[in-house]
């Protein structure tokens, strides 16, 4: 790999955005794409080697191309240091997940709670503006508190976060629904939201609601498109 395509790589990951590392293999030319100066049928072969993961070589008209997915890793934003993000933080990451919570109360959002924890004490409307959520992210909020929650769902439903999903009953979600609609957000949008979060799996103690939420976010990056 060249320099310039050491740098245009290294600038790439720092943003997260996915991008495929393409190179000749008859007479080494290499690429960052999607580019719009490539040839479109090399760019359509990196956004689905992207979008499953894979890396591999693919014949691209007469020439032979090798492109490997350069994907940032799945990342799970967090809102509330609350006690299900106690178990959900160590199981997130197991699964692959790069973690940050976010909570302005240091006293719940702390390294003393959360050892080894990516912790950010802003407010979550701005640590969402500035975390600002792409299509390998996932925003769960988790602390009932509507002065914490609305605003980071607020925020993220302007993103293209892959799941949104938010703790509470179904009376508790329909309200926040309702709080949200009043913000602006049309009821399309809205139903991106998984509330209450986690899939049905009659959850009970923190740890099986952490896994809940797992499987749902599992299911939902992994399952039919």
């Known amino acids: ?36 100066a490539a040839p479109e049928n090399l760019n359509e072969a990196a ?75 802003d407010w979550p409307d701005d640590a969402i503006k500035t975390l600002r959520p792409e299509i390998r992210t996932a925003v769960v909020t988790l602390t009932h508190d509507p002065k914490l929650d609305d605003p980071a769902l607020d925020e993220a439903l302007k993103s293209d976060a892959f799941y949104l999903g938010a703790l509470g009953s179904r009376k508790t979600h329909a309200a926040r629904l309702a709080r949200l609609a009043a913000l602006g957000h049309s009821p399309e949008t809205l139903s991106r939201i998984y509330g209450p979060v986690g899939l049905n799996i009659g959850a009970v103690t923190a740890p099986e609601i952490a896994l809940s939420i797992i499987a749902e976010l599992v299911s939902t990056r992994r399952g039919p498109k």
């Open 1 to 36: 790999m060249n320099l310039t395509t050491l740098h245009a790589l290294q600038q790439a990951q720092s943003a997260r955005r996915p991008v495929a590392f393409a190179k000749n293999l008859s007479d080494g030319a290499e690429l960052l794409l999607p580019d719009d």
């Open 47 to 121: 956004k689905t080697a992207l979008a499953a993961d894979k890396t591999g070589t693919h014949t691209i008209g007469n020439e032979s191309w090798f492109i490997e997915a350069r994907n940032p890793p799945p990342r799970l934003i967090l809102i509330g240091a609350v006690h299900i993000a106690q178990a959900l933080v160590p199981l997130a990451t197991l699964t692959g997940f790069e973690v940050v919570l976010v909570d302005p109360r240091t006293a719940f959002g702390n390294q003393d709670r959360f050892p080894g924890a990516k912790i950010i004490n």
